[in-house]
């Protein structure tokens, strides 16, 4: 997909062998606003991604943007039939500057019944039709990292986990700290 003043244009997703090397802090990784979709981050998306421990410039590096629900819906494939306003997660190849596929984690997902009667949310997280389960690297991972046997790999459920333990993980080293479990 690729976004030009807001209309929505269809490609093919971008293949590992486009991916082109990166490099500069955070591992290289200037998207920084670079994407067109949507608009910048409301300060109460903001807020809530701060209280996951994503600050606004590990957001923005990771191309985190506010979108409508028309926008929302259609860079899902859907059409009508619900609210699509959220927050678009951009995926990247390792290494890669261009827009693999996006994700949507929606404002207002279905809510549905169980059988006693108790709300349940139902897909809050939406991705295109028949597209399978994808990894979700953080921002400016080199390929050559994913080469590298030596350093831990960690792997979370979602994609703000990830941002997450990405930020802390790229912590300058200015002396002991600790974290607290509380």
């Known amino acids: 997909m690729s976004f030009l003043n807001g209309s929505i244009q269809r490609h093919q997703p971008q293949t590992e062998s486009e991916a082109g090397p990166l490099a500069g802090p955070l591992g290289g990784f200037e998207y920084v606003r670079s994407s067109h979709v949507g608009s910048d981050l409301t300060p109460a998306d903001c807020a809530a991604l701060e209280s996951r421990w994503i600050d606004l410039e590990t957001a923005w590096r990771a191309g985190l943007r506010r979108v409508d629900s028309p926008t929302g819906g259609e860079m ?9 306003s959220g927050i678009a997660i951009p995926y990247f190849h390792p290494g890669a500057e261009r827009v693999r596929d ?3 984690r929606r404002d207002h997902p279905d809510m549905e019944y169980d059988g006693a009667g108790n709300p349940k949310v139902r897909q809050k997280y939406l991705g295109p039709p028949g597209r399978s389960n994808m990894f979700y690297f953080p921002p400016g ?3 050559s990292r994913l080469r590298d046997p030596e350093p831990p790999i960690l792997v979370t459920e979602g994609e703000f986990k990830t941002l997450a333990l990405w930020r802390a993980a790229n912590l300058p ?9 509380g």
Not at 173 to 181: K, L, T
């Open 76 to 84: 899902v494939g859907r059409k009508g039939g619900g609210d699509y």
């Open 102 to 104: 996006y994700r949507l």
């Open 141 to 143: 991972v080199p390929q």
């Open 173 to 181: 080293r200015h002396g002991a700290w600790r974290i607290v479990d």
